[in-house]
């Protein structure tokens, strides 16, 4: 079935982005190779369809349709443009990395900064030796399409020890209208690290333009991080973005993800407990308007035991718009004194509006506590009275309310100053409602 | 002056009649008070003076100086000086009572056209109206009446009242749930309002309240209707006699 479903023209249009890119596409003879093979599973595959158990709820054939060509490189214009988008979304005191239509760019970034205190390279330099950067352990075709297609991203090796004395933030500008970029990054952190890492994805100026991002993390023992992912992109754009975090022991990791841009938009991600005593925090917020698709999906796979697991998701869906949020927890055989929950909330702004929860437990050792809730409705009608009464506007009155939902999941953001940073966001986004 | 006047007014909720033609007027400086038995109309009274969604006024009117009070939006009313304090006021997790206590009164003063009153300026008064009604700091910094007692619920309604400067006070069942230290306090707060030109409407259920918050006019509703005005001895009799022999009047 999938085969027959494969061979549309969705395929052949891959098949010709991708020759028509490869020459543009950095990496040693070696990493051509993975490159290739990357592409033919995507082409053996097709865009994700609504059979594809994982991608039921965000059929991407229908959603999106085709690929985009690869965006050129940003000329002098684009990071012209691009760097009013940085200093707009640049989060105070951090050390910037700009990445524009998926080309690092040195010019507008704080690299001699960072190299004080991180390794650093970019995707195009690291792939002249390591091809094992675009390789991951899945299956998924939009993956795939990642590790064919990626033209740059960033490398960051964090040492052993190492507090970070500002955070990094990743900021990815799109200026090409009608392009795809594509991205890969990797952040290898050490033992006993302190880290703040957040990623920002804007547009400058560029319309209906798509993004493909893959990012690899990993954490050394007993270190301490905080992850955020702020997507504001273009309200016609496509942002897919994948994830994949492996944790080792005795680790606080504090996830967060933002969606308030793109018409489409999937963050998936896959968190590993691989080290007994650590707290995974993970975190998210939707806020949907007008027809938008956005869709998070997280897998959580306690792999030892006597790890703990919290997810707090919001979404607040508005006229036509359609969240998703599904949530696994897969807890190992061997992962005892497993505790892991997850509660996710929907708030429906207008009768049109839709939210698909599916909560997922899989559970294969006997001595755990898990557990997942989820609810759909409606603001509260006798607090929207309360407020009016109180001589709020009706619009005025649903932004209140409204803050005070998705604050449930912001306040999961330890730091004072990143989390009024992200409240901000949410604040324009009301402000773009009323 | 008159401030508030309903004239015969007649409300619906779900195609059930629940005021049959209520009538009566609030000067500047009243106190009134509103008695009756559980369904007599009272609480529907102050809600459709509020502007609660869900009532259908069917005939009659209501004037709030001088103005078709019906018309206006909640907040609109609010903003022209209308306070209701609720019997049972609800909960907001996630809104600071001082960030609400801020927006309300600035979105108030807007609607006013006054300009934003500032943040010490604020602070001060919010400091001074809270100490004085055995309201701790620390409670500002909660969520709207997130775990507050029902006398401190009570209390922070109060503490609006006295922010927001309303000429029209309704409070709805005030006592109920208090026990006599609370209520002395609330009542305390509520009299520290009054003044020539604020006026209250009391409802309640029993005397009790009216030794605190004293009247100068009580008001007998059964079945959607006054049935009785008078004085302040008026709620002493009914303390005395009961209900029933306004049942068979109405």
């Known amino acids: ?434 | 002056m008159a401030l508030l006047e309903v004239k015969d007014l007649k409300v619906r909720v779900e195609e059930r009649e629940i005021l049959h033609g209520l009538t009566m007027t609030v000067n500047e400086g009243e106190i009134h008070a509103i008695m009756g038995p559980n369904g007599s109309g009272k609480s529907t009274l102050s809600h459709v003076i509020a502007g609660k969604p869900g009532y259908e006024v069917t005939d009659g009117q209501i004037l709030f100086k001088g103005e078709d009070l019906l018309e206006m939006a909640p907040e609109e009313r609010a903003a022209k000086g209308v306070f209701l304090a609720f019997q049972y006021p609800v909960e907001i997790p996630g809104v600071t009572t001082m960030n609400f206590l801020r927006t309300a009164l600035n979105a108030q003063r807007k609607a006013r056209g006054e300009s934003e009153l500032m943040v010490p300026d604020f602070l001060k008064k919010v400091r001074e109206v809270s100490k004085s009604l055995n309201i701790p700091q620390d409670m500002l910094k909660r969520g709207v009446n997130v775990g507050f007692s029902g006398g401190e619920k009570k209390r922070n309604e109060v503490l609006q009242m006295a922010l927001f400067e309303p000429s029209l006070c309704i409070l709805d069942e005030m006592d109920s749930g208090l026990d006599i230290d609370a209520l002395r306090i609330a009542a305390d707060g509520v009299n520290a309002l009054h003044s020539p030109k604020r006026a209250m409407v009391v409802i309640t259920h029993y005397q009790r309240l009216l030794n605190y918050i004293v009247p100068d006019i009580v008001h007998v509703m059964s079945k959607g209707r006054v049935v009785k005005s008078g004085g302040k001895e008026l709620a002493l009799e009914l303390e005395a006699s009961g209900y029933a022999q306004f049942e068979d009047a109405a």
């Open chain 1, 1 to 434: 079935m999938n085969v027959a479903v494969a061979k549309t023209g969705n395929g052949r249009a891959v098949s010709d982005l991708f020759a028509s890119a490869e020459g543009r596409l950095p990496g040693s003879p070696a990493v051509v190779a993975v490159r290739r093979e990357a592409f033919e599973t995507y082409e053996r595959l097709g865009l994700p369809h609504r059979r594809i158990e994982e991608w039921k709820y965000t059929d991407l054939r229908a959603l999106v349709g085709e690929v985009l060509s690869l965006a050129a490189s940003p000329d002098v214009a684009a990071l012209k443009r691009a760097a009013e988008a940085v200093k707009a979304n640049a989060i105070e005191g951090a050390r910037k990395l700009v990445l524009v239509d998926g080309v690092f760019a040195a010019d507008l970034s704080d690299v001699k900064a960072l190299a004080a205190e991180v390794g650093f390279k970019t995707l195009r330099e690291a792939l002249e030796k390591d091809a094992g950067l675009l390789k991951t352990a899945s299956t998924d075709a939009v993956i795939a399409l990642n590790a064919a297609m990626a033209t740059d991203g960033v490398v960051l090796d964090i040492a052993a020890g190492t507090q970070l004395s500002a955070p990094i933030q990743i900021i990815h500008v799109a200026t090409a209208s009608s392009a795809a970029a594509f991205t890969r990054s990797q952040v290898a952190i050490g033992k006993g690290v302190r880290a703040t890492i957040i990623e920002t994805f804007v547009a400058a100026g560029a319309k209906a333009y798509q993004v493909n991002d893959a990012v690899i993390v990993t954490v050394g023992d007993d270190s301490d991080v905080a992850h955020i992912r702020l997507m504001d992109d273009a309200a016609d754009a496509v942002n897919i973005t994948s994830q994949f975090v492996t944790i080792g022991a005795n680790v606080k990791f504090n996830v967060f993800n933002m969606t308030t841009g793109a018409a489409v938009s999937r963050l998936q991600g896959f968190i590993t407990l691989a080290g007994e005593g650590s707290e995974l925090s993970a975190n998210g917020v939707n806020l949907l308007q007008k027809t938008e698709h956005g869709d998070t999906t997280l897998v959580v796979d306690h792999a030892v035991p006597n790890c703990v697991s919290r997810e707090v998701f919001r979404a607040v869906i508005d006229d036509r718009a359609h969240s998703v949020f599904q949530g696994r927890i897969i807890v190992r055989p061997d992962a005892q004194k497993t505790d892991g929950k997850m509660m996710t909330r929907a708030l429906l702004l207008s009768d049109e509006a839709e939210a698909d929860n599916k909560p997922e437990l899989e559970i294969f050792a006997d001595d755990v506590s898990c557990g997942h809730g989820a609810t759909a409705g409606a603001l509260d009608e006798s607090l929207l009275f309360y407020l009016k009464a109180r001589g709020l506007p009706e619009k005025q009155a649903q932004a209140l309310l409204i803050q005070a939902f998705v604050g449930e999941a912001i306040e999961q953001i330890a730091d004072d100053g990143l989390r009024e940073h992200v409240i901000g966001i949410a604040e324009r986004w009301l402000e773009r409602r009323q």
